[in-house]
């Protein structure tokens, strides 16, 4: 049977909806497994070399023992864009501690070949009106974000204090002193007026649970510690010249390994691309920018309003201009258009989802006849086309990787959803057959559905004793996302429980900052000491939270990923994973606001 949504609409080629949700039903049950976030090794004992830095040696440095006024975990663009705004508020002697050699944080750990951003660089990049810095690309390459990270380090003041290739072990509320107490694993033990907790949500790596993962006698890497030593080449592009002569697998097809793909095609002599789930690959139409056309553009305020109105186009608000025209805002404003298409009488909620719905049927449409367009093998391009809706997985965009494809060393090794059967010492094998390899590349991705406290490597301990991983047993509790009751002069910058912008994380936390570095400096006029959300403030929020849609990606019907926890059941304490109702424009204006009126309403000081 053929039904599509009543509109007003031109005919459009009818899709067959109850065929397409069966096929996508049938590749999702293929890949549901019981052991669910199990399956995945998490990295210590015989496999912590997977997480040595490649990239810079370790300095040896004495143990620090002084005082800081603010201390942060995390020198990502979190510690980066919280740092420059204390900074600007005439707090200079921050803290950052972070586990890599440099700032940069993800953009530390992601070297691999091709990595760039996939959102457009004028939004993604913080603090470009701040630093002076044009990106070159419409979607600027790896090692020029790590370059703007290192731009605010420097402009900032922020190397000075910073404590790299260090790790957080314990942080202790001291009430008598009014600070935390902070230890490292470099043998440091330090106090801080305040802490910031920017850790990140993909940064600790996994490998996948295949059986025999340690028996592989050849070279093997994840690609957030790329070994430019075996492969040549750089993050920059260049060939990687040593792969000239080798047999590499690559194992996993994420937004990580789109990107890396197609510079491995180019090198190596043959690879096999391991897939267990397609990703959905949109058009990518790189280009770089034009430095006349930016000096037009960026007058004074420009960054926020490219912010803002990237915020608006994904929001669903009524916006004339797309100023950004990413991939992002394509997705949004075509939902929002085939929403508006419906006659005024038949606008409810049921005929809205069904448009939504329609509008994400069509777009997976293009994508798969897009595989069709570019893959001359017919079967493997039967092979790369993602059978579920768009945002079940975390959408790609790459205009080389299909045409990898094409390249006669290039293979792509399909294991119909079950995965890899097992690695053995010379290579993996897949539905019976072993494949010998010199190398294996997990591309496999980061802990997600793991517990706050495994992933940060450390726990909080709070007012009276109370740790975080109590405070937060049932699930997140937080005012703006930002504070917890119990944990006074303590700070999470990250987006949830906030706007919760997931397709331009960045914002979320440029906001967060600025709000910190204002209730701080507010703290201090007072003569305040203590900073703490009340416990009524807290359940308000919370719930205020609940009371919206819920979370609008990781539906249960999806095929399993990290977005809906490996397609089990989330637990109660997902509910909390959240963004304000009202959605992320409305929540950027009201913390605007709130944060302006001096009031810092919910907040004790003390
Ligand atoms: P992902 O978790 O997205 O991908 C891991 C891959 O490994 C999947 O294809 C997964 O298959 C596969 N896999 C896992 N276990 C097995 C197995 N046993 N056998 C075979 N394959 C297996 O990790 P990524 O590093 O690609 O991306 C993580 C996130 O990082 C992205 O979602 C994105 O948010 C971010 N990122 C952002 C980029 C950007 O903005 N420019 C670029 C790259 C990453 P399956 O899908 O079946 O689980």
Not at 156 to 176: I, P, R
Not at 279 to 298: C, G, H, M, Q, Y
Not at 422 to 437: N, Q
Not at 517 to 537: L, R
């Amino acid at each position: 049977m053929t039904t599509t949504t009543e509109s007003t609409a031109p005919a459009r080629t009818p899709i067959d909806k109850e065929a397409l949700l069966a096929r996508y039903r049938a590749e999702r049950d293929k890949r549901l497994r019981d052991d669910g976030n199990e399956q995945y090794l998490q990295i210590k004992d015989q496999l912590a070399h997977y997480l040595d830095d490649p990239y810079t040696p370790r300095a040896e440095r004495e143990p620090k023992t002084d005082h800081v006024t603010f201390a942060f975990v995390g020198g990502g663009f979190a510690g980066l864009v919280t740092g420059a705004r204390l900074n600007e508020a005439g707090i200079t002697d921050v803290r950052i501690i972070e586990k890599g050699g440099d700032f940069g944080g993800t953009w530390y750990w992601n070297r691999y070949p091709g990595a760039q951003c996939d959102t457009a660089s004028l939004i993604y990049m913080p603090l470009l009106e701040e630093t002076g810095h044009m990106p070159s690309e419409k979607y600027a390459h790896a090692p020029e974000i790590l370059a703007q990270c290192q731009r605010i380090g420097k402009q900032y003041g922020l190397y000075e204090n910073a404590l790299f290739h260090t790790e957080v072990e314990n942080m202790t509320w001291d009430a008598d002193q009014s600070r935390w107490v902070i230890e490292t694993n470099r043998g440091d033990r330090f106090t801080a007026d305040y802490v910031g907790m920017g850790t990140g949500p993909l940064h600790v790596p996994k490998l996948p649970g295949i059986p025999g993962i340690e028996s592989f006698k050849g070279h093997s890497f994840h690609t957030s510690r790329w070994d430019y030593n075996y492969t040549g080449g750089d993050p920059k592009g260049a060939l990687m010249e040593k792969l000239a002569d080798k047999r590499v697998a690559i194992i996993g097809t994420g937004a990580t390994s789109v990107q890396a793909v197609p510079h491995l095609a180019k090198a190596c002599k043959t690879l096999y691309v391991v897939q267990r789930t397609p990703s959905s690959v949109d058009v990518r139409a790189n280009k770089p920018l034009d430095p006349e056309w930016f000096a037009s553009i960026a007058t004074p305020g420009w960054q926020k309003r490219w912010l803002e109105n990237f915020t608006a186009n994904q929001g669903g608000d009524i916006v004339e201009e797309d100023l950004v025209q990413d991939g992002w805002t394509d997705l949004s404003r075509r939902i929002r258009a085939r929403i508006m298409e419906l006659p005024r009488d038949k606008m409810t909620p049921e005929n809205m989802m069904a448009a939504f719905e329609d509008s994400d049927f069509e777009k997976m449409e293009e994508i798969r006849s897009r595989v069709d367009q570019i893959v001359a093998d017919k079967e493997t391009a039967q092979k790369l086309k993602a059978w579920y809706r768009q945002l079940c997985k975390r959408p790609c965009f790459h205009d080389a990787y299909l045409q990898s494809f094409n390249t006669p060393g290039t293979h792509l090794i399909d294991t119909d959803g079950k995965g890899v059967e097992k690695i053995t010492e010379k290579g993996f094998v897949v539905a019976g057959v072993e494949y010998e390899v010199d190398c294996i590349i997990y591309a496999s991705g980061f802990e997600v559905g793991t517990e706050w406290t495994r992933r940060a490597g450390f726990d909080l301990t709070g007012r009276d004793g109370l740790k975080l991983s109590e405070a937060w047993a049932e699930g997140m509790r937080t005012k703006h996302g930002i504070h917890v009751h119990g944990f006074p002069n303590a700070f999470f910058v990250q987006p949830t429980q906030g706007a919760n912008l997931i397709s331009n994380v960045p914002h979320n936390l440029t906001e967060a900052g600025a709000t910190i570095a204002a209730i701080i400096s507010h703290a201090q006029k007072k003569g305040a000491k203590e900073i703490e959300v009340t416990k009524e403030a807290q359940d308000e929020w919370v719930a205020l939270l609940l009371t919206g849609m819920g979370r609008m990606i990781g539906s249960p019907d999806c095929t399993p990923g990290y977005y809906n926890n490996e397609g089990k059941a989330a637990g109660p304490a997902a509910k909390y994973n959240v963004g304000y109702p009202a959605g992320a424009t409305a929540y950027f204006k009201y913390l605007e606001g709130w944060r302006n009126s001096g009031e810092f309403d919910g907040l004790a000081f003390r």
